[in-house]
């Protein structure tokens, strides 16, 4: 008898270790796949509509642009730069940290690379001194936060042929041709000065051009130049995304299926 209860014993603790065994396992390959390969993320805010839309769960390719300590789980100061790197292209929507904290993820499109000249005039996005072609798509209505906005819609073009949709609010012509205004001096987000993107930097700005914090803001509060070393990966495949409204009750778990945008599920983002 006792010859069994300890056999019993020593095979209830071997079942044990074994599923310890597998949950470290399990966790390491987690890891492993979220710093080498994929990582998911999900959109808070409308700056990225109508590429992207609050809601909406993504995975972000970590091999894209090479690895930095930014990969990594906590960022840990292994070391400094890139290995295997390789530059964004102009178009690509990429994840980074915030350049003032280097730890809040931040989502944008890429515009301009190091050495690019951009500046935004009444609303239109000049590289290199030449205005990116847009061709007016009609209206979208944005929600953001319960808050419905109408917007104009247009199709811009990036050089090398990247298409893809912008919104706006106002070109803000007005301001650019109010006497005395001086975009050196008073800061307008449509009627910007020429900035010059620094070596080992990217340009990002949000498709949503009004409602978005990013390149074009410079101070404390805003983005400036993303450094290559803060970026995270590349935005590639929608593969989740439901209907966001800050007065909806949680535990309405009825209304879920109905909250699914299953039409972006599965989506490539370009």
Known sequence: MATTKAATKRKQQSVWAENVKTIVYAGLIAVGVRTVLFEPFNIPSGSMIPTLLVGDYLFVSKYSYGYSKYSMPLSPPLFHGRIFGDMPHRGDVAVFKWPHDNSTDYIKRIVGLPGDRLQVKEGVLYINGEPAPRTQQGTFLARDQGIRTELRRY??????????????????????????????????????????????HVFAMGD??????????????????????????????????????????WWAFWEWPFKIRWSRLLNRIR
């Open 155 to 200: 199709s811009e073009t990036l050089p090398g042929g990247v298409k893809h949709d912008i919104l706006k609010a106002t070109d803000g012509a007005e301001n650019a041709h109010r006497p005395g205004f001086d975009p050196s001096r008073e800061f307008d987000a449509n009627n910007t000065v020429e900035y010059t993107v620094p070596p080992d």
């Open 208 to 249: 949503n051009r009004d409602m978005s914090s990013d390149s074009r803001f410079m101070n404390a509060s805003g983005v400036g130049f993303v450094p290559v070393e803060n970026l995270v990966g590349r935005a590639e495949i929608l593969f989740f995304s439901i209907e966001s409204d800050p007065n909806d009750a």
